[in-house]
């Protein structure tokens, strides 16, 4: 896998990684910045935050931490500025080699440092080879996911052993995509818990006698299942009496929910035929790789039959669509824990900046701003058990964080105003990144 372009940014940032490799300390101070460190719904005025060596070490009043004169402390003037922790795709497919530098450059460009696979079009053992052999490349942080599919059953011996090794592998994580039987599901679950693995994904169904049946609501909100995708289960449930009740249960166990949301707009074609040119990343991303998704499209949808022949499944899916977004705000008043899923992979949407239109969807139904950052960081960071280290602007932190023009706690989209991201001993440009993916692209 080769770079197909190098801007001049990203020769800089490039031969920085070479060059510094580990021993490197240099430090990065922001000067007079209005803090939102997502510990809570607070806005922190003119703070200073001292980076050294990748951690956040100080967050003080500037003349406590100014640097000495002959210093190579970079400071960087962010007055009226906004910083706060960078984010999280919760939910990713990764594309085959080809496209995979691409694919996580657009995510960098986002502001987005972590994240989690629930599957690839290669196998994603290979896929991390491929990844990892590229050494010194800027890339996010990637968890990996085992899949489970319905092809293969597990006795509680197997399940047991599958997650003894997972503690060895970088698999960080069981998704279920597809589930052969309930029996499979009750022994991956047992072995996750006794093994401290951390299992979610689909909402396990399964095939019986040429139909389709779901594993008991309750059953699986108690088993330990992390986190379910996609709003399922909850959208099958029978009576609005069924559904509160899942939803006390949900909270009471601390699932995630991470709905994807815009991947039922874009899949079913909710915003044909002029809606999409609204959408805030068609406005944030050159218009070399708009015009681009705009051709694509219009060949795709030629393909199908035009117009008539998608109306039919349109009007269906708007309606699932609306059952969804109120099972999502019932959630989240209920206070249930959600993830912010990009789930890119259909027409208009670009990896990473996918979530910036899930947080939109969010926000639409009334989820309060705060409500909808602290699922791109924090919540993300919990899922993983690693809050101690990321997710939020403290001092002890990994710096992974993102300079905002505008407060995104006041006005959603201004999450889309990032001007710089610190990753570690780096700081790189947003605009400049952006401005580069035209060029891969071609
Ligand atoms: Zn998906």
């Not at 899922?383 to 407060?407: D, P, R």
Request: neutral net charge; aromatic residues 10%; proline residues 3%.
């Amino acid at each position: 896998m080769k770079l197909k372009f190098y801007s001049p940014i990203l020769l800089v940032i490039l031969c920085f990684i070479s060059i510094t490799n580990n021993s490197f300390s240099q430090k990065i101070l922001f000067k007079d910045v209005n803090l939102i460190p997502m510990t809570s719904d607070t806005l922190l005025i003119s703070q200073s935050v001292l980076v050294q060596d990748g951690k956040i070490v100080a967050i003080d009043d500037y003349k406590n931490l100014k640097p000495k004169k002959k210093s190579k402390t970079q400071v960087i003037a962010a007055k009226g500025k906004f910083l706060m922790p960078s984010l999280v795709d919760m939910h990713v497919h990764l594309p085959d080699e080809d496209r995979v530098e691409e694919f996580l450059k657009y995510n960098l460009a986002a502001g987005v440092l972590h994240l989690r696979v629930m599957n690839s079009v290669m196998d994603q053992d290979e896929l991390k080879r491929v990844i990892d052999a590229e050494d010194g490349v800027l890339r996010p942080s990637i968890h990996f996911s085992h899949l489970i599919r319905r092809d293969k059953s597990y006795t509680i011996h197997q399940a047991d052993s599958l997650m003894k090794k997972m503690k060895e592998t970088e698999e960080r994580f069981v998704k279920l995509l597809s589930l052969g039987s309930e029996e499979t599901f009750g022994n991956l679950s047992a072995a996750a818990k006794s093994n401290g693995v951390i299992f979610c994904g689909h909402f396990p169904v399964y095939q019986k006698f040429g139909q389709a049946y779901m594993v008991d609501m309750d059953k699986v909100l108690h088993s330990g299942f992390r986190s379910v995708e996609h709003l399922g289960g909850y959208i099958w449930l029978q009576s609005d009496d069924q559904i509160e009740k899942s939803i006390q249960i949900t909270k009471l166990n601390e699932v995630y929910n991470c709905p994807t949301l815009d991947w039922d707009v874009m899949t079913s074609n909710l915003l044909y035929p002029k809606g999409y040119k609204d959408r805030f990343t068609y406005k944030l991303l050159p218009i070399e790789i708009t015009k681009k998704w705009e051709a694509d499209y219009k060949s795709y949808i030629d393909e199908l039959g035009g117009l008539e022949m998608i109306q039919g499944s349109m009007e269906k899916n708007q309606g699932a669509f609306e059952a969804k977004k109120k099972i999502l705000k019932d959630l989240y008043d209920a206070g249930c824990l959600l993830l912010i899923g990009g789930d890119a992979g259909t027409h208009f949407q670009a990896p990473g900046f996918n979530i910036y239109e899930e947080m939109l969807h969010w926000s639409d139904i009334g989820i309060d701003n705060y409500s909808i950052l602290r699922s791109a960081t924090y919540h993300a960071a919990k899922f993983f058990g690693e809050h101690s280290t990321w997710g939020t602007i403290e001092v002890g932190k990994n710096a992974e964080m993102i300079l905002l023009t505008s407060n995104p706690l006041e006005d959603i989209r201004n999450i889309g105003t990032i001007e710089q991201t610190v990753f570690g001993k780096l700081i790189f440009d947003n605009g400049q990144f952006i401005k580069s993916l035209k060029e891969l692209s071609k």
